[in-house]
């Protein structure tokens, strides 16, 4: 029976130390989450030509409409269609701009060009008064716009004024005259205007 007690005992002694050789306490900390991009998203939400004809007669035909090129629900392009109109026409495009992005933007380009014309020179008969950013002019220097910053959710409100010209260094306004026009203006995410992409 001693002989029992000494082995129970010895396997008691080897269990204890067994026991304190591996026990211990332990924690684990995790980490685990998502992450998701936002979006850079920058629509037209409003587009008019603005105008007054002589003697308040209507001779011009306007149309001035939004449109959706990619079908993503959001219009990103403003198709401004001036006919019959004459010497000393004038009105002005008024577009709004919004920011339906999640990020800031800035605008990094912007271009207004003669695509085609009959006769050739006839857009120098086709002249810009103004160009109105939130009620600033940036006529003639464009440059000065360059940089500006749309918060989401944040509106421009761009004012364009065209006034069709009598002369043109010593030339009359040719009649049956027409011309093709092509615009653009460029937005990126904030932080990278200027860097480069």
Do not use: R
Request: aromatic share 12%; with cysteine; charged share 20%.
């Amino acid at each position: 029976m001693k002989k029992m007690l000494s082995i129970l005992g010895l396997i008691v002694l080897v269990t204890l130390i067994a026991g304190v050789t591996y026990a211990h306490w332990e924690e684990t900390l995790y980490i685990n989450g998502k992450i998701e991009t936002g979006t850079l998203k920058v629509q037209y939400t409003h587009a008019e030509f603005v105008y007054e004809e002589a003697e308040g007669k209507t001779v011009a035909q306007v149309s001035c409409t939004l449109k959706d090129l990619d079908q993503d629900g959001n219009y990103d392009k403003v198709e401004l269609n001036l006919t019959n109109v004459y010497p000393c026409f004038s009105g002005t495009l008024n577009v709004t701009i919004k920011n339906c992005g999640t990020i800031p933007v800035k605008i990094t380009g912007g271009c207004l060009e003669v695509v085609d014309e009959e006769p050739e020179g006839f857009h120098n008969f086709i002249e810009i008064t103004a160009f109105k950013i939130n009620g600033t002019d940036y006529w003639p220097d464009l440059c000065g716009w360059l940089g500006f910053q749309l918060e989401p959710g944040d509106i421009l409100i761009v004012e364009i004024t065209i006034h069709v010209m009598q002369e043109y260094q010593g030339e009359t306004c040719p009649e049956n005259a027409w011309l093709l026009y092509e615009g653009y203006v460029t937005f990126i995410q904030w932080n990278m205007y200027g860097a480069g992409g």
